[in-house]
């Protein structure tokens, strides 16, 4: 069964950072992208980052670029998301899904963790 779990959410405050972790199991990782997404009450889903299988191919949201970092550890068959100088425009619910490659389609998401920024 594959499964994902986000964790690493919380409350901070605005220029503050957090890191996420989306935990992932029940495939080959190796083998996918994970994007991270991100849900605001009364907006739509918004894909925040993307890595590739292999880490060579990255992509950002222009809202989110020079401040966020996506990494991933195969042998720990996770991916990070490190959020800095962060702003109240960016709380949301964080989801992260997977898929063959970041311009495809995501067949598989985990439940989210809730970022909240305060001015």
């Known amino acids: 069964e594959v499964q994902l779990v986000e964790s690493g959410g919380g409350l901070v405050q605005a220029g503050g950072s957090l890191r996420l972790s989306c935990a992932a199991s029940?495939?080959?990782?190796?083998?996918?992208?994970i994007a991270w997404f991100r849900q605001a009450p009364g907006k739509e889903r918004e894909r925040v980052s993307c890595?590739?299988?292999?880490?060579?191919?990255?992509y950002y949201a222009e809202s989110v670029k020079g401040r966020f970092t996506i990494s991933r550890d195969n042998a720990k068959n996770t991916v990070y998301l490190q959020m800095n100088s962060l702003k109240p425009g960016d709380t949301a619910v964080y989801l992260c899904?997977?898929?063959?490659?970041?311009?495809?389609?995501?067949?598989?998401w985990g439940q989210g963790t809730q970022v909240t920024v305060s001015s």
């Open positions: 890595i590739s299988s292999s880490g060579g191919y990255i």
């Open positions: 899904a997977t898929g063959r490659f970041c311009l495809g389609a995501y067949n598989n």
């Open positions: 029940g495939f080959t990782f190796d083998n996918y992208a």
